[in-house]
């Protein structure tokens, strides 16, 4: 039965914040004690694809109602926010959110209840990369909160609605660089090396190298005191000779010959793996769902031992396989979709194991329906170690992992119709971008986010990237974009190359024709985004987009977009729109006291959206965030108000015994609202001014 405390629960928490109990700092009593209730909603796994740096949250919607409306309603969000901690405490990762709604009960062809449906919500990450000496295998954690978002910063989070879910996770190593070692060298060693050898910065990236593939006598050398059995860390070896119609009789007899020296009795490892099927003791699939914002199924895996993949971090370790099956039409049968490969090694792993992400790109614009016609579907993961599952046999059961079934729900949208058009626009929904002024429309959301952009009326920066539907009847058209700055009336066609991922997962580049700007229209296989064309125009002017079919040069549709590069730093007598400042009141001196500090600040910015004032530096590099008051000791909460370009006379409480003396940088950073390169939203602008406290 659906409570007051599930449908009145906007009302309730905005009457009271504290309404039940999740905020015991509040002046507020507490009404109705709830946290952390999964009936409706609950996490189900959390992982990482090392591949694509990815953090995936699968989320299960488990009730047929007490999401706010049906499938033609706005319903509500189930809003995530995404912790890593790498050893010294939980870094903020960003939010996600996902659209649901209520749908009536039901089963499908082969008799099974649509409910649970399973949703998936991800972000990007920049990881804190080793070399493969030192592995990286930071924990992950997150926050899932029906129709109210987690509160940014605070990985204590207590939701009302919803869950905390945790597990550790692999990231990809990078390139051994010298600074690696240099702190096992001896002193008198590293005095003699150049500075530039000691100044090498390592790169960031993935190391493209696997490492060796280890052989089967080494491996037979160290698992002998593993208890890893034979039948395990042989079956990748075993698997691809037997299985190859293309082995030679020498190559066969290679492997008997260096099986026997080995003491690996090869007739006893296939009468095993005649007696093994499904055997989850070293990796398990857990979750599987649909990440609507990266047009992609993802199955979440677990690797719960320390040995058995084929040797260490620094080798090329071995291959999950996990193959996708959906039966979207609900007709009983399956059809294959691809198969993903993730990476495994040896690891010193944690309690609870390794959660893997493992993603299977899906052209979801060919399986669109209206609202009124929702498309509910089962689909399957087949997780297959040391040797690729069946693309032909949704059903056979592999040798080392296992299979899972869920339901999905396909989001409600625009079918194929057969014509060229602009989808997205800088990131943004195409019809969310207003064709009079060129800012973002109330709704409008940005990239894989479902939630609305806040304010709106966002300009655009940076790179603006423009994409249209992957519809197969136009595969074999040209096109072309021609974009016209609205102020010169000047234009250019675009032909500057811009990256493309195939429904594999791999890179390619798109180059138009030079000067003419001419392409082929893009198709799923090839462009699963289905990028048209990029332009970094600059300024601050509007511009028009127009894009032409074929030869005739045919414009088919048109977007614009309000430009904004500019976030001043600085006060322009000739701009009273732009302007930023910062003043400290040191009167002159080289040294401030441990006490109030009078300063004024300037923030303001067309597409204004925050200010922020923050203490950095000190001895530890990491100090304490001094209070910062109004006149009349009033507390400075209004970060999202512009001040007057004359600024605004505030205080620095400098008083804090934590804060010792050194010197000290006191930092105004001014945000807008422009989508950024159609990825981010807020460029920036800081002013530093430094003090040295007594």
Same mark, same amino acid.
């Given at each position: 039965m659906l409570t007051p405390a599930r449908w009145q629960f906007r009302q309730l928490i905005t009457a009271n914040p504290n309404h039940f109990g999740t905020f015991p700092d509040l002046p507020f009593e507490v009404v109705e004690p709830l946290k952390g209730d999964t009936s409706y909603e609950q996490v189900s796994c959390v992982s990482y694809s090392p591949s694509r740096d990815r953090i995936e949250a699968t989320i299960d919607v488990k009730q047929t109602f007490g999401y706010s409306g049906g499938p033609c309603t706005s319903g509500s969000f189930e809003h995530l926010r995404f912790y890593v901690d790498y050893g010294s405490g939980w870094e903020?990762?960003?939010? =996600?959110?996902?659209?649901?709604?209520?749908? =009536?009960?039901?089963?499908?062809?082969?008799?099974?209840?649509?409910h649970p449906l399973s949703y998936v919500a991800s972000v990007a990450h920049v990881p804190h990369r080793r070399w493969c000496g030192t592995p990286v295998l930071p924990r992950v954690r997150v926050i899932l909160s029906w129709n109210l978002p987690p509160t940014p910063g605070d990985p204590d989070f207590p939701p009302v609605w919803g869950d905390v879910h945790e597990c550790n996770v692999q990231i990809a190593p990078r390139r051994f660089f010298f600074g690696d070692i240099v702190h096992l060298l001896p002193s008198k060693v590293v005095q003699l090396l150049p500075q530039k050898v000691l100044q090498q910065v390592p790169i960031p990236h993935p190391d493209p190298d696997p490492g060796p593939q280890l052989t089967v006598a080494e491996l037979a050398d160290q698992y002998v005191q593993l208890d890893v059995p034979q039948h395990r860390f042989a079956f990748p070896h075993v698997m691809a000779l037997s299985d190859s119609d293309a082995a030679s009789s020498a190559s066969l007899?290679?492997? =008997?010959?260096?099986?026997?020296?080995?003491?690996?009795?090869?007739?006893?490892?296939?009468?095993?793996?005649?007696?093994?099927?499904?055997?989850?003791?070293?990796?398990?699939?857990?979750?599987?769902?649909?990440?609507?914002?990266?047009?992609?199924?993802?199955?979440?895996?677990?690797?719960?031992?320390g040995s058995g993949y084929s040797g260490g971090p620094c080798t090329a370790?071995?291959?999950?396989?996990?193959?996708?099956?959906?039966?979207?039409?609900?007709?009983?049968?399956?059809?294959?979709?691809?198969?993903?490969?993730?990476?495994?090694?040896?690891?010193?792993?944690?309690?609870?194991?390794?959660?893997?992400?493992?993603?299977?790109?899906?052209?979801?614009?060919?399986?669109?329906?209206?609202?009124?016609?929702? &498309?509910?579907?089962?689909?399957?993961?087949?997780?297959? %170690?040391?040797?690729?599952?069946?693309?032909?046999?949704?059903?056979?059961?592999?040798? %080392?992992?296992? &299979?899972?079934?869920?339901?999905?729900?396909?989001?409600?949208?625009?079918?194929?119709?057969?014509?060229?058009?602009?989808?997205?626009?800088?990131?943004?929904?195409?019809?969310?971008?207003?064709?009079?002024?060129?800012?973002?429309?109330?709704?409008?959301?940005?990239?894989?986010?479902?939630?609305?952009?806040?304010?709106?009326?966002?300009?655009?920066?940076?790179?603006?990237?423009?994409?249209?539907?992957?519809?197969?009847?136009?595969?074999?058209?040209?096109?072309?974009?021609? =974009?016209?700055?609205?102020?010169?009336?000047?234009?250019?066609?675009l032909d500057t190359p811009f990256g493309v991922t195939d429904s594999n997962g791999d890179p390619g580049t798109v180059t138009p024709t030079l000067g003419t700007g001419w392409a082929t229209w893009p198709t799923w296989?090839?462009?699963?985004?289905?990028?048209?064309?990029?332009?970094?125009?600059?300024?601050?002017?509007? %511009?028009?987009?127009?894009?032409?079919?074929?030869?005739?040069?045919?414009?088919?549709?048109?977007?614009?977009?309000?430009?904004?590069?500019?976030? &001043?730093?600085?006060?322009?007598? !000739?701009?009273?729109?732009?302007?930023?400042? !910062? %003043?400290?009141?040191t009167a002159g001196a080289c040294k401030v006291p441990k006490a109030e500090l009078a300063a004024r600040f300037v923030a303001r910015d067309l597409h204004f959206s925050n200010w922020s004032i923050s203490l950095l530096g000190?001895?530890?590099?990491?100090?304490?965030?001094?209070?910062?008051?109004?006149?009349?000791?009033?507390?400075? !909460?209004?970060?999202?108000?512009?001040?007057?370009?004359?600024?605004?006379?505030?205080?620095?409480?400098?008083?804090?015994?934590?804060?010792?003396?050194?010197?000290y940088v006191v930092r105004l950073t001014i945000v807008d609202r422009a989508i950024v390169n159609s990825v981010t939203q807020g460029q920036h602008a800081t002013i530093d001014r430094g003090i040295c406290l007594e």
């Open positions: 903020d990762a960003g939010p =996600a959110a996902i659209k649901v709604h209520d749908f =009536a009960e039901g089963k499908d062809c082969p008799g099974d209840p649509l007899i290679s492997s =008997a010959l260096a099986a026997l020296e080995s003491k690996i009795n090869l007739s006893e490892i296939f009468k095993q793996l005649e007696d093994t099927k499904g055997n989850v003791d070293y990796e398990e699939l857990e979750c599987l769902g649909l990440d609507e914002g990266l047009s992609s199924l993802v199955a979440t895996f677990n690797v719960k031992k370790g071995s291959t999950e396989y996990v193959a996708f099956w959906a039966d979207w039409d609900d007709e009983c049968q399956y059809t294959y979709l691809g198969t993903a490969q993730v990476t495994a090694h040896d690891y010193d792993v944690p309690g609870g194991g390794l959660c893997y992400a493992a993603i299977q790109p899906v052209d979801l614009g060919a399986l669109r329906r209206p609202c009124d016609v929702p &498309r509910i579907s089962r689909v399957r993961a087949v997780l297959s %170690w040391g040797s690729p599952p069946s693309t032909t046999d949704a059903d056979e059961v592999p040798v %080392w992992g296992n &299979r899972i079934d869920r339901h999905v729900q396909v989001e409600p949208g625009p079918t194929y119709d057969g014509t060229a058009h602009f989808t997205i626009v800088g990131g943004v929904s195409a019809n969310k971008v207003s064709l009079a002024t060129g800012l973002t429309d109330v709704g409008a959301t940005l990239g894989t986010s479902t939630v609305p952009l806040t304010p709106p009326s966002c300009p655009f920066a940076g790179q603006v990237t423009l994409q249209g539907p992957n519809d197969p009847t136009l595969v074999g058209h040209q096109y072309r974009i021609k =974009a016209t700055d609205l102020a010169s009336g000047g234009f250019t066609y296989v090839t462009n699963t985004e289905g990028f048209l064309g990029v332009h970094t125009p600059g300024g601050n002017d509007q %511009w028009d987009y127009t894009l032409e079919l074929d030869s005739d040069g045919n414009t088919v549709d048109t977007a614009r977009v309000q430009m904004d590069n500019l976030v &001043r730093n600085e006060i322009d007598a !000739l701009d009273t729109v732009n302007a930023g400042d !910062l %003043w400290l009141d000190g001895p530890g590099g990491n100090p304490p965030q001094p209070p910062l008051h109004l006149p009349g000791n009033l507390p400075m !909460l209004a970060t999202t108000s512009q001040t007057p370009l004359s600024g605004t006379d505030f205080t620095i409480d400098l008083t804090d015994p934590m804060l010792a003396p050194c010197g």
